[in-house]
């Protein structure tokens, strides 16, 4: 069995971090929609498996940017609603 890297890229908080981001988002499908890569991609990085990837600076770096813009997004509907009132 392949033994993980022992960089940050294979911690266990990350990749908690990321299951919770990818919930967020709508689940595996849509954040790999927005990310702009495979639902297969995805379940590597969400894997502990044999199969699973290292979840890199750049796709964490873009997960969060997704994040905010969600946010961003929630916030901007939820004043909508809130003026209408």
Sequence with gaps: MN???SDAS???ERRDWFRRSVELLGGGREAARQLGITESSIRRLLSDGPNARGIRDGIV???RQL???HAAACTAQADALI???
Excluded: G, I
């Design 67 to 69: 994040l905010r813009d």
């Design 10 to 12: 294979w911690s266990p």
């Design 61 to 63: 770096a873009d997960m």
């Design 3 to 5: 033994t993980p890297p």
């Design 83 to 85: 003026s209408e009132a």
